[in-house]
């Protein structure tokens, strides 16, 4: 049972390039979250999802787009990198199930845009 | 925005110490969450207090809400070295997807 796994665990970008980060999870979990995490700062949430096949916009969303085609998977892209998004991006998954339901959390993707 | 503020940004202590992490949030909330981050990691949940409780324990680990303030604080007993880690406070509404706001989080160092 490998939770909420993360991929790349690194990596490094020119300005302008494109990228896909992969989040896995093995739990059966309906909701998926995407975040990033600079330094000083907690995390900030990038987009969100409820459900396959549907996305929703969280408080830092611009220059991101996300997908949800599978329930155990959850894709960040980055159209066309800038250096402002250097950063380090979380998932996270959780039951729908009741009120109370903790999220569990990969452990990130180290990008850095040149 | 971030929901609130936690306090002390850094905190060191010897072992055997306690220690207090407080969070100040902004908005009504359904539940309030502490997660601990170790370096290069990420975020591990430690206990989560409803809205209608005023404190939950859980191991060395206890935890007070005050609605009334918008504050809580986590008090971990008799560190220990491993303790070692960035805690954080995270605020959930009474929403239906579950999503998050999270402080800045408290860095907290245990010394052996």
């Known amino acids: 049972n490998a939770g909420v796994t993360q991929t790349p665990k690194f990596r490094v970008l020119k300005t302008g390039q494109s990228m896909t980060l992969l989040c896995a999870q093995d739990m059966n979990h309906e909701y998926m979250y995407w975040y990033r995490q600079d330094p000083g700062m907690g995390l900030r949430l990038i987009h969100y999802?409820?459900?396959?096949?549907?996305?929703a916009k969280g408080e830092v969303p611009d220059g991101y787009n996300v997908s949800r085609l599978k329930k155990q998977n959850f894709l960040l892209g980055l159209e066309s990198a800038a250096p402002s998004q250097t950063s380090v991006y979380f998932c996270?998954?959780?039951?729908?199930?009741?009120?109370?339901?903790?999220?569990?959390f990969g452990d990130g993707t180290r990008l850095s845009i040149l | 925005s971030q929901q609130g503020e936690e306090d002390p940004q850094a905190l060191s202590i010897q072992e055997g110490e306690n220690a207090t992490m407080n969070c100040s949030y902004k908005t009504s909330i359904n539940n309030l969450q502490w997660y601990r981050q170790n370096s290069g990691r990420g975020l591990v949940h430690l206990i989560l207090i409803r809205s209608n409780e005023r404190e939950k324990h859980s191991g060395r680990l206890r935890v007070t809400l005050d609605t009334s303030k918008k504050s809580s604080s986590l008090l971990i007993t008799a560190s220990r070295a491993a303790d070692t880690a960035s805690y954080f406070c995270?605020?959930?509404?009474?929403?239906?997807?579950?999503?998050?706001?999270f402080g800045q989080g408290t860095t907290l160092q245990v010394k052996p």
């Open positions: 995270a605020t959930a509404g009474s929403g239906n997807t579950g999503k998050l706001i």
């Open positions: 996270a998954s959780r039951l729908r199930r009741g009120s109370y339901q903790p999220q569990h």
């Open positions: 999802s409820v459900g396959e096949g549907t996305t």
